[in-house]
């Protein structure tokens, strides 16, 4: 899956046809705002409800080009967090944690290989 192109920010090709010239983002801003709204769900003194959704909604009209993909109040659960979270940051390196975090990493989101079995293996 293409995440990042060969160009810079004025649409120049880079050095190398085969390597992407771009860094690597460390934090992006559509990580922050899932933070918010999952620091939220959790019981957060700091923030709203409503904060939460309108900046989930953000993220889904960027990814969407319209409203088509909102989601109203009911909707923004953890879990639905924590699938926001692989779409949103899907190949970024970060799922392991997410899983850890979310309580899924052994036998509620189990993933293939674990352990060399083809099937995985809860530990």
Not at 53 to 75: F, H, K, P, T
Not at 99 to 105: A, K
């Amino acid at each position: 899956m293409p995440k990042f192109i060969n160009k810079s920010s004025k649409g120049v090709a880079g050095s190398d046809p085969t390597h992407v010239d771009t860094d690597y983002p460390m934090f992006r801003l559509g990580d922050v705002h899932l933070i918010y709204a999952e620091a939220v769900l959790r019981g957060s003194s700091g923030g709203s409800r409503s904060e939460a959704l309108r900046l989930i909604n953000m993220l889904r009209e960027r990814a969407y080009g319209n409203q088509n993909g909102n989601i109203v109040d009911s909707e923004l659960t953890l879990p639905f967090i924590l699938d926001e979270r692989v779409r949103e940051l899907y190949w970024e390196g970060i799922r392991r944690i997410d899983l850890v975090r979310f309580d899924q990493f052994t036998d509620k989101g189990i993933w293939p290989w674990k352990d060399n079995i083809k099937v995985g293996r809860v530990t």
